[in-house]
């Protein structure tokens, strides 16, 4: 009887997912100010996409988390953002340090105080600002260097990123999905805040949902989503999965 409740309670097998028709997409994990990595794995990816030929249009899905803990953030969002005029079909999600980095350049001091306990030191050290000079500042203090050392076009690049990017059977998100809420009326802040509750779900989710926030050893396969932090500035690990028609594949540092 117990078996049998169990049984009833699994995901019913998924078909194969696939990207929308002619498409090629690289989705990269969180960053989190490693420009080394992000480079050498830029150029796995064009290596990559070199080598499977000119058949699909390639877009690469930067998953969030651009900033924080890792030593140049402002080095990686440089980089993106000249990406992005390169390649203008580039998309880019809102991941939850992003949202804190906005929030506590417009003055938000309780965002402040969050940023500088998950890894905001290290984000505006990158732009300029001595150690010394930082643990020296009140927060009003710090709250105004930061306004005046971040360029207004790295706040108004990163304010325009996406809460969530479709793609055939595929939605994109930084952290997961509300389950059982329809893809068009999640919140953005469960877009980028959730994990219980979505780490847990084994039901199948109207799409399969590719994500990073929680960081895994190897990009995390399951039934109905796959997880790309592979957690970068501990691991030294960047990762993208690949995708094209119903195949999927990864590349990491």
């Not at 020296?136 to 990017?165: C, K, N, S, W």
């Not at 595929?170 to 952290?175: D, I």
């Amino acid at each position: 009887m117990f078996n049998k409740f169990l049984r009833a309670r699994r995901a019913p097998p998924l078909a194969m997912p696939a990207v929308a028709e002619g498409m090629r997409v690289y989705a990269i994990g969180d960053i989190h100010g490693c420009l080394t990595q992000l480079d050498q794995l830029l150029a796995m990816i064009d290596d990559d996409d070199a080598a499977r030929g000119a058949g699909a249009q390639t877009q690469l899905v930067f998953l969030g988390d651009l900033v924080d803990r890792g030593p140049d953030s402002a080095g990686v969002v440089t980089r993106l953002l000249d990406l992005s005029h390169a390649r203008p079909d580039t998309r880019f999600l809102k991941g939850n340090h992003e949202e804190i980095f906005l929030r506590a350049l417009d003055g938000d001091m309780e965002a402040l105080r969050l940023f500088c306990r998950i890894g905001g030191r290290e984000t505006i050290l990158s732009y300029g600002l001595g150690g010394a000079e930082y643990d020296g500042l009140d927060y009003p203090e710090l709250a105004a260097r930061m306004e005046a050392i971040v360029p207004a076009a790295h706040r108004d690049f990163l304010t325009a990123f996406e809460d969530m990017v479709l793609s055939g059977d595929y939605a994109f998100v930084h952290a997961g999905v509300r389950p059982g809420v329809p893809l068009e009326q999640q919140h953005a802040a469960e877009l980028r805040w959730i994990r219980s509750s979505f780490l847990s779900y084994r039901n199948a989710h109207p799409k399969m949902i590719v994500h990073g926030h929680t960081i895994s050893e190897e990009v995390d396969r399951q039934p109905n989503r796959i997880g790309v932090d592979t957690g970068a500035y501990s691991t030294g690990r960047l990762s993208a999965l690949g995708l094209e028609g119903t195949e999927s594949w990864v590349l990491n540092t």
